[in-house]
């Protein structure tokens, strides 16, 4: 493609338990190196355990308050706000969880890799490690 695209709206869907509005993607527009989307995680809500293979991720939150658990097992943690960026390498696990019960937590996300949903991998953690009655890993 040689002029520039303007894409109205996006493509919307549902992945790993979260709104998502892709805007720039291969299937959207053509783009060739990477992919960028908006993104709703509804109150209480937690995404799907899962790790990209082979590409990295950018997170930018616009609104609300969000913990991610990441590393073998999702053994760490960090909580972000709006105005926080995130960087997530390519291979580690990670899962995000919306904090708030009544807001949702908004954000754009920025992948290098144009057709960026094809490789995300599920990530199963191990029993030892599940949050006690709430069903979450």
Known sequence: M???VVIHGGEQ???QQIGYTVGV???????TGLSMAYIVVPPGAVADAHYHD???TAIYQLSGR???????DLAESVITEAGDFVFIPAGVPHQPRNLSDTEPA???????????DERVVPYSVSSR???PGTGLS
């Open 2 to 4: 040689d002029g520039v």
């Open 25 to 31: 993607s291969e299937d959207v527009c053509g783009s």
């Open 66 to 72: 969000v913990e991610t658990r990441y590393g073998p």
């Open 106 to 116: 908004t954000a754009i996300v920025a992948r290098n890799d144009a057709r960026e």
């Open 129 to 131: 490690n599940r949050v």
């Open 54 to 56: 082979g590409y990295e």
């Open 13 to 15: 869907s549902l992945r």
